[in-house]
């Protein structure tokens, strides 16, 4: 026994000492690709001299004596810290992504290879002007200096993830970034999934109740809609909800975590220092690490600072000296769906109004990891690609004997947005940004700019020309062949919203509507936001005038105007009433929760209870009213509709119906229903996060996940990788931190502001900013996450130009020098 015993204690030290060993040579192994900040190092493709100087927060500040070489150096910083995210956005949209994951990411790689975007980047290449292609070319040959370091010095392969999927690294090309910035378009718009969610609900319901569920922005200029069924013959009636999967590696994603953001500007009159006030913070699917990266470059027009995409050679959001420009999405109505009929007897060609013309056709092969490649047969019209049918739910729209189509304005060919960014980041003044904006195509978005003395908005993108007589108005798929149903060309630029010194002296946008205009000069019916721009206009109206912390203030507002509009219409038959009830009953439950939520002011704060009753009440309540109605399409809903449960409970042109349940004898009314749901919402509570209802924290339900994109699953890995938080906000603050939407964790914060800016031209070195994780992708890195907890508790890092600031307290100043001859 002895014997055995001393075996086992020698195997057991020797197993310990192993896994020891093991982790010490893993450790060291992926700590090799942890870049050397205080290097000096001879590269090619440059003329002079280049610093590359990190501040404290490991924000990169480019100092050449040459826009070109500038350039390079953002490339070379931005391989250094996210060479993994880049080539993952590039393998994304080249619909490369299975070569490395197999089958779980082959329906992305199907999509991107239909939609062809890359190729659509390779040829816009061209289109760009001299200055743009020479910082195209710059900024490749700067992250093709640091693979050539990766290849030449063993660092590590450049990422630990690197290690895991070992495929080699092609060079960076400029349609690279082109490329890239079609996919960040792409991934900003939900117009398709707009479409198909009104084409399939309008087969379900008449048209009273569809204007319930899909309700029109409140405002005139819009016009009645033919139902679905009627301006596409043969539509099959199923209508199985395919609920979205929330994948960060998928091309697209879900609509309610499309682009959204918010952005303001005050001018002189309404500063209290007589300068330019303003404020952004674009929302995107939160990752780690973030999409977002800080920079600063310093061109021959001077100095630029803000966020950028790793990938792209552009300050996406940011100032100058003389500049800010904040970014919101536009939702400009740049897409269109359409029912192609194919020839019954030629499957080679499809219905035009002429006749029938043939497919453009070639082959595509998709390589999967561990399973057969797979050949698409890529078809196009004069219309655009042909999509899979078992995408976006499309084969239930789609008519017997036809193919569904995508026109879309980022398809375009001659894209000339990288063109436009550029002359941004040079442009002094307003004028100057809104020219600069001319040659935006996609993505569409709203401009807030502030110069020194004067502010403005102005709608930038290319949005399609309709025919006054379109069928759907480009609300739902319509038959390709119908020549009204096409383009006519695109909106003239001046057309577009604009908005320049006004009259009050703020300006803002959080994805909410900008105009009033009928169609075909409406620029959309379907807008991102209802809710939130309410409170910023509550917000700005509270102050005569306003500065840097006041704008910080509302950034950070977590105040729900919608809980505040809605609790007292779906509760008003609740408050107060009922028969006392001995504690512990679902009776009693239901008071309590009533009586917190009848003292609660709205905030969406992460340590309180009501946010997380109210928000489970709201969610319980839509599914409710409309499971009878849509069955199975009703998972689709994934997020509450506020305007919709106003329309019921205010029983506007009868939507009270929605109260009644169908299926049952009794009649309900609607303060039933508000009763049941609020009974389901605490069965649900109690079962998720415990029966004490006034212990509930709002932030357990509403953490912020930022998973790593791949290695997020892994077991272990993920302690290391995945970056939790308890947040406040909600889906309707400004404070935005929309839920996933879907069980079992429908509360989970996993899209918000990765960015957030405060630029003050009274005293630009006094601006701030902050992203969502950290500058650095490689999960070992000290700047992995160390900007998350600020970003968290909402607090900011400083957004100078000065170079002194930048060098008085830097992690580390990288040299390039040009090699040697």
């Not at 490329?179 to 960040?184: D, E, G, N, R, W």
């Not at 009928?518 to 019916?525: L, R």
């Not at 931190?737 to 509360?747: E, I, M, S």
Request: proline share 7%; glycine share 8%; with cysteine.
């Amino acid at each position: 026994m002895a014997t055995l015993f001393r075996w086992l204690l020698r195997l057991t030290v020797g197993a310990i000492l192993l896994g020891l060993v093991a982790f010490v040579l893993t450790w060291w192994f992926f700590a090799r690709s942890l870049p050397d900040y205080d290097a000096r190092t001879r590269v090619a493709g440059i003329t002079a001299p280049v610093e590359i100087v990190r501040d404290h927060a490991n924000v990169p500040h480019v100092f050449g004596s040459t826009d070109r070489d500038a350039f390079f150096a953002l490339g070379y910083a931005h391989a250094q810290d996210r060479l993994w995210q880049m080539t993952m956005l590039r393998r994304t949209v080249q619909g490369r992504l299975s070569e490395l994951f197999g089958r779980r990411t082959a329906e992305s790689d199907v999509l991107m290879r239909r939609l062809d975007l890359y190729r659509a980047a390779t040829r816009s290449v061209e289109d760009q002007d001299g200055q743009t292609r020479a910082a195209l070319d710059a900024y490749a040959a700067g992250v093709n200096a640091w693979i050539g370091e990766i290849n030449a010095g063993a660092r590590g392969r450049g990422a630990p993830e690197m290690w895991l999927f070992n495929q080699p690294v092609a060079p960076w090309q400029p349609a690279d970034s082109l490329a890239l910035l079609k996919l960040v378009a792409w991934q900003q718009s939900d117009h398709l999934q707009a479409e198909v969610l009104r084409a399939r609900t309008s087969l379900l319901l008449d048209d009273d109740r569809l204007r319930d569920i899909l309700p029109d922005v409140p405002g005139p200029g819009l016009t009645a809609l033919p139902r679905y069924a009627d301006l596409v013959p043969d539509i099959p009636r199923r209508h199985a909800a395919a609920a979205p999967r929330l994948d960060p590696l998928a091309a697209s994603l879900p609509a309610a975590l499309s682009g959204a953001s918010n952005a303001w500007a005050a001018g002189p009159s309404r500063s209290a220092t007589g300068a330019t006030l303003l404020a952004n913070d674009p929302h995107r699917l939160l990752t780690a690490p973030s999409i977002w990266y800080l920079a600063r470059l310093e061109l021959r027009s001077g100095g630029v600072i803000g966020a950028t995409i790793p990938g792209i050679p552009l300050v996406l959001a940011g100032r100058s000296a003389d500049l800010g420009w904040g970014i919101t999405a536009a939702f400009a109505d740049d897409l269109d769906l359409y029912a192609e009929e194919v020839n019954p007897r030629n499957a080679a060609e499809y219905r035009t109004p002429e006749g029938w013309d043939r497919f453009e056709t070639r082959d595509s092969i998709v390589e999967i990891k561990d399973a057969p490649a797979v050949t698409l047969r890529l078809q196009r019209t004069a219309n655009g690609p042909v999509l899979p049918p078992e995408q976006f739910a499309l084969d239930t729209i789609r008519p017997r004997g036809h193919v569904m189509t995508l026109a879309w304005s980022g398809l375009s060919e001659d894209d000339t947005s990288m063109t436009a960014g550029l002359r941004l980041m040079q442009a002094r003044s307003i004028e100057e940004g809104i020219r600069a904006g001319r040659l935006q195509v996609a993505p569409n978005q709203n401009l807030i700019l502030a110069d020194r003395n004067r502010i403005a908005l102005k709608t930038v993108g290319a949005v399609p020309l309709r025919d006054a007589a379109h069928q759907s108005q480009g609300r739902l798929p319509t038959l390709g062949h119908v020549a009204e149903n096409r383009w006519l060309g695109r909106l003239s630029y001046a057309d577009l919203p604009q908005t320049t010194e006004p009259v009050g002296g703020l300006v803002g946008n959080t994805n909410n509507k900008t105009v009033d205009r009928p169609f075909p000069e409406h620029v959309s019916f379907h807008w991102g936001d209802t809710q939130r721009i309410a409170r910023w206009r509550g917000l700005m109206q509270s102050r005569e005038v306003h500065t840097r912390d006041s704008f910080i203030e509302a950034q950070l507002d977590t105040v729900s105007p919608t809980a505040r509009a809605l609790l007292p219409i779906v509760g008003a038959d609740l408050w107060f009433t009922g028969e006392p009830a001995p504690e512990g009953t679902p009776a009693r439950r239901r008071q309590r929760a009533l009586e917190l939520l009848g003292e609660w002011n709205g905030e969406m704060n992460e340590h309180l209870p009501e946010p997380l009753i109210y928000a489970a009440w709201m969610r319980a309540l839509q599914e409710r009213l409309i499971r009878d109605d849509l069955g199975p399409l009703a998972g689709a809903y994934t997020h509450v509709r506020p305007l919709f449960i106003d329309r019921v409970f205010r029983d506007i042109d009868g939507a009270a119906a929605w109260c009644d349940i169908r299926q049952s004898a009794a009649e309900e009314s609607c303060a039933d229903i508000a009763r049941m749901a609020l009974d389901d919402a605490l069965i649900w509570i109690s079962e998720t996060h415990g029966g004490d209802l006034d212990a509930l924290r709002w932030g357990d339900a509403h953490e912020a996940r930022q998973d790593h994109p791949v290695l997020g699953q892994a077991p272990v890995l993920n302690w290391f990788v995945n970056i939790r938080q308890s947040t406040s906000g909600g889906d309707n603050t400004l404070m935005r931190g929309l839920t996933d939407g879907r069980a079992p964790n429908p509360f989970h914060n996993v899209h918000a502001a990765g960015y957030r800016g405060v630029y003050d031209f009274a005293d630009p070195d006094s601006s701030v900013f902050i992203i969502s994780t950290g500058q650095s992708g490689h999960p070992l890195s000290r700047h992995y996450d160390d900007l998350g907890e600020l970003w968290r508790r909402g607090e900011y890092i400083p957004m100078s130009l000065d170079p002194s600031l930048a060098r008085g307290a830097a992690v580390g100043i990288t040299q390039l020098l040009p090699a040697a001859p």
